[in-house]
């Protein structure tokens, strides 16, 4: 079963509207990332929260961690067409190492 | 953040044939990793590069499929061995610049076809 659940799949959005992608894992949380991929290219690494309400942001990007609820969410203000694209969690799940473990990625449309 | 380049972006093979990835970062680093995209698919680790010593293997990855080397700290290769269209997928390698700091870096990938 996958241990980091991704909600919504996918996701079409008028430009200037706001959006809010989840995360939650069946496991304890130790470290969670946030990344966003271009169809077919590398990973660009947007954020990484560590503790439990912790809140950061990067541009109109702003990631939340909820530790008690093993959740984290990804809320983009105002998008844009530069916004679009496949955003992935990954998380370490073991109080040791650095290895992460992805969800399924959330796809991002945003149209005119 | 690490600058991270990856040789060769993509190539097509023929089944049976093996490819050697090579990730080289800018600055030295703690950790490297390899993990893999298959086509629609999220990453899966493949192993953790360790350097001046074997790498440590994720469930179902081995050693004779998947060689990996790490001669120091700002270079490590992935050799796909035995090539089959089932290898077909984007491969990744990733650092963690130091242990004080945990972010995460990705390179830009090789995109892999076995034919």
């Known amino acids: 079963s996958q241990e980091l659940e991704q909600s919504p799949q996918s996701l079409i959005v008028q430009e200037g509207k706001n959006l809010t992608i989840n995360c939650t894992s069946s496991?304890?949380?130790?470290?969670l990332y946030w990344y966003k991929q271009k169809y077919g290219e590398g990973l660009i690494f947007l954020m990484m929260?560590?503790?439990?309400?912790e809140e950061k942001s990067h541009e109109k990007i702003t990631a939340k961690l909820d530790e008690k609820k093993q959740q984290s969410s990804l809320h983009i203000t105002a998008s844009q067409p530069s916004h679009a694209g496949i955003y992935l969690c990954?998380?370490?799940?073991?109080?040791?190492?650095?290895?992460?473990?992805f969800g399924k990625g959330t796809s991002l449309l945003v149209t005119p | 953040s690490a600058v991270i380049s990856q040789k060769p972006s993509r190539d097509i093979c023929q089944r049976g044939t093996s490819l050697t990835i090579q990730c080289q970062v800018d600055?030295?680093?703690?950790?490297m990793f390899w993990y893999r995209q298959q086509p629609g698919q999220s990453l899966t680790l493949i192993a953790t590069?360790?350097?001046?010593?074997?790498?440590?293997?994720e469930s179902g990855f081995v050693i004779d499929k998947f060689p990996i080397s790490r001669p120091n700290l700002t270079f490590s290769t992935l050799t796909v061995s035995n090539m089959s269209p089932e290898d077909s997928s984007i491969y990744l390698c990733?650092?963690?610049?130091?242990?004080?700091?945990?972010?995460?870096?990705f390179g830009p990938g090789t995109r892999l076809t076995v034919t």
């Open positions: 990733s650092v963690v610049p130091g242990l004080a700091r945990h972010e995460q870096y």
């Open positions: 990954g998380a370490i799940l073991g109080h040791s190492g650095y290895a992460l473990n």
């Open positions: 600055s030295q680093v703690t950790m």
């Open positions: 590069a360790n350097q001046g010593s074997e790498a440590t293997y």
């Open positions: 929260l560590q503790k439990g309400g």
């Open positions: 496991k304890t949380l130790y470290g």
